[in-house]
């Protein structure tokens, strides 16, 4: 790895890291509120004073003032710099480092790769309310969906003449190049470029961020394969995506549980009868990856529900999934269906109620895995071979506490030996703690309260971020590192949504006060920090224009001073426009 590392390789490592996670490997961490607290590793404590905060990302303690991201826990932890820590995290994350340094212009490429899908997602949904697309809509008519659910996850329809979008990029000036790169165009022997979905209702497929990185279409006519996919591009990597994740990441949130289905229309119904944490495999057998993304939602705490078939190879696919979970270090409940029934038509001829007494009732992956290998009455040879299936499965599981309790229960459940499963785990050996750093300085006592309390609410509250930008409140600020540090954290709602990568980039002191702020500023209800952003804002604005006025007064003096009628004419025609927008201001 060279060079420096691209804000957003880091952000994607964060996406798919969960912090709880990374910490309960070191620290016994238990759900405080929205947080998680502990006794801090860093130094001796007897009251758990380290809050870890898996919505932020970010942990705090506040015994001794240590805090930080994904990446400092571990460098602390493990005695590594930086780049070692990424390159770490990075393996456990399933993300490529970027090797050369041309990360500007990769970053700039792939934003416009985003952009593109963007549009093009776009385009489709106009060719939904079209005429050419009156088929598309009587077919999602037809499978139930209402016109709110398909205006939410931006159904479209892509035309069946098999040139439409390639006409429409051209008519926009958009890069045929890059859509062949996503695999939106296909090219023909001859050289001419055809739509790769023709004829399909198009579902966007989101990241976690709300981007689209791929679409899915399902065939109106009898064309096979009735349901494409987007091929494997820069955005899109089959079997690391779950369509509607995007849509249900709060609803996730608040109720530490997600459903994992199979389809499109399973998502979309499950969701519309009122079941709206659930999200879809795209079709794909599930992997450690697509569990890797739900871990920012609730950690260890989140439960996950897989719906399979109640025949022979739904139960083969739960055995299957046990051994995913395993890897992926998740807990998973399996809830089977009745025969002849998917979700979408179990939701929609039963209801929301039934679907939660099925998810009420659901047995853990792992008693139905010991189940399934090592059935009662299972005979000697039966259950050797059943450990030693179990053994494999188990050496994956990385979380000390985790394994413990699995090996627990499969050594009582198959009449072995605890050891038998130990010493089937390959571990490496942990490094010893880095002893503790001195904190980094607080932040100037001599800085404007008022900047530095709008910074403080800035880290949490979107809306005020969208206030400051649209008052252009920030560079207004009178601290040169205040000012750019509240452009760095604009910057990040802006580009990813949320201001939590921003702070890693400020200077050691700042980036400190405000990860503590985010623990002290996300207790405090909305209303709050919409009073305090909005006290801040008219102090800062107050001080800029005192700030201006005397600036005016001394040029004015000086002018006067030097004999300059243009300059003294000039400079009184600016103090009566700046009082004239005072009085205006205040009424």
């Known amino acids: 790895m060279a060079g420096r590392i691209p804000d957003e390789t880091l952000q994607e490592i964060r996406d798919r890291i969960s912090l709880v996670e990374v910490v309960s490997r070191y620290v016994s961490l238990k759900k405080a509120g929205r947080n998680h607290l502990g006794l801090c590793p860093f130094h001796a404590e007897k009251t758990p004073s380290f809050n870890v905060s898996e919505e932020r990302g970010f942990f705090h303690c506040f015994g001794c003032g240590t805090n930080g991201d994904v990446f400092t826990f571990v460098m602390r932890m493990e005695s590594l710099e930086f780049p070692e820590a990424v390159e770490q995290l990075a393996r456990r994350a399933g993300v490529a480092l970027p090797q050369r340094e041309h990360d500007a212009a990769a970053a700039t490429a792939r934003e416009r790769l985003y952009e593109l899908n963007a549009r093009v997602a776009g385009f489709f949904r106009d060719c939904l309310r079209t005429g050419a697309g009156a088929e598309a809509r009587r077919y999602l008519e037809r499978r139930g969906l209402s016109a709110q659910t398909i ?232 259950r050797a071979r059943a450990a030693e299936e179990v053994g494999g499965v188990l050496a994956r599981v990385k979380n000390e506490v985790r394994f413990d309790l699995l090996v627990r229960e499969a050594a009582t459940r198959l009449g072995v030996s605890e050891d038998v499963f130990r010493r089937a785990r390959r571990g490496a050996p942990r490094s010893a703690p880095a002893p503790p750093k001195p904190p980094a300085r607080e932040p100037d006592a001599g800085w404007p309260k008022a900047e530095l309390a709008l910074l403080e609410v800035l880290v949490v509250d979107r809306g005020a971020a969208l206030t400051v930008l649209e008052r252009g409140t920030a560079a207004l600020l009178s601290h040169p590192e205040l000012r750019e540090a509240a452009q760095t954290l604009l910057d990040g709602w802006e580009l990813a949504g949320s201001a939590d990568g921003a702070i890693a980039r400020l200077a050691p002191g700042l980036a400190n006060h405000l990860t503590k702020a985010v623990f002290e500023s996300a207790e405090m209800p909305a209303e709050m920090r919409a009073q305090v952003a909005d006290d801040c804002i008219k102090r800062i604005e107050e001080a800029a224009n005192k700030r201006r006025r005397l600036q005016l007064l001394e040029r004015y003096k000086e002018a006067e001073r030097s004999g300059d009628a243009e300059a003294v004419r000039a400079t009184l025609a600016d103090l009566n426009e700046h009082r004239r927008r005072e009085e205006v201001r205040h009424g």
């Not at 098999?162 to 008519?171: K, R, S, T």
């Not at 950690?299 to 051994?323: E, H, Q």
């Not at 995913?324 to 998973?332: D, F, I, N, R, S």
């Open 151 to 382: 205006e939410r996850y931006g159904l479209g329809y892509a035309p069946a003449t098999g040139a439409a979008l390639v006409n429409w990029l051209g008519q926009q000036k958009l890069s045929q190049n890059d859509a062949l790169q996503l695999g939106l165009l296909g090219r023909r022997d001859g050289g001419g470029l055809y739509d790769r979905f023709r004829g399909r209702v198009m579902f966007p497929i989101r990241d976690r961020r709300d981007r689209v990185i791929g679409f899915g279409g399902r065939s109106l006519a009898d064309e096979q394969p009735k349901y494409l996919n987007s091929p494997e591009s820069p955005l899109f990597k089959k079997g690391e995506g779950l369509y509607g994740l995007a849509e249900a990441r709060q609803v996730i949130r608040d109720n530490d549980r997600v459903v994992l289905v199979e389809g499109y229309m399973d998502v979309l119904l499950m969701v519309q009868h009122g079941v709206p944490y659930t999200a879809a495999v795209l079709g794909t057998a599930l992997t450690p990856a697509q569990l890797g993304l739900l871990r920012p939602f609730g950690g260890s705490d989140l439960t996950v529900y897989f719906f399979f078939d109640g025949d022979n190879a739904g139960r083969k696919a739960a055995v299957r999934a046990f051994g995913v979970c395993a890897e992926a270090e998740m807990w998973g409940k399996a809830v089977f269906l009745p025969e002849g029934h998917d979700p979408d038509s179990f939701v929609r001829e039963r209801g929301a109620a039934a679907v939660l007494e099925l998810l009420e009732n659901a047995a853990p992956l792992s008693q139905f895995f010991y189940d399934s290998v090592a059935p009662a009455g299972a005979s000697f040879g039966e």
